[in-house]
Nanobody
Framework: QVQLVESGGGLVQAGGSLTLSCAASGKIFSVNAMGWYRQAPGKQRELVATISTDSTTNYADSMKGRFTISRDNAKNTVDLQINRLEPKDTGVYYC??????????????WGQGTLVTVSS
């Protein structure tokens, strides 16, 4: 069983910054991609960014510039730094990871989500 636990959400004023963190735990052989997704109120979940084990990053076009994803492979953690927060950044941010429980037994997992509310 793989668990992803997010932290760092909360209420922030527009223009501020926030760093979300996520840690993967459980009997994991290896973690491959990790990432962050966002679900704004009344909208579908959308990609924010992903990062591979070699730190290759992929950002949704609308997220480029203010979002920075990073990871620590040794700790199986992934962070998302958000700068110059805007009210439209409000939503639940979900952590994602995939990898192997044992060789050739793959998993993908989601965190429970952390709420970010940006006030104007």
């Amino acid at each position: 069983q793989v668990q992803l636990v997010e932290s760092g959400g909360g209420l922030v004023q527009a223009g501020g910054s926030l760093t979300l963190s996520c840690a993967a735990s459980g009997k994991i052989f290896s973690v491959n991609a990790m990432g962050w997704y966002r679900q704004a109120p009344g909208k579908q979940r959308e990609l924010v960014a992903t990062i591979s084990t070699d730190s290759t990053t992929n950002y949704a076009d609308s997220m480029k510039g203010r979002f920075t994803i990073s990871r620590d492979n040794a700790k199986n953690t992934v962070d998302l730094q958000i700068n110059r927060l805007e009210p439209k950044d409000t939503g639940v941010y979900y952590c994602y990871a995939d990898g192997q429980l044992v060789p050739d037994l793959f998993f993908d997992a989601w965190g429970q989500g952390t709420l970010v509310t940006v006030s104007s």
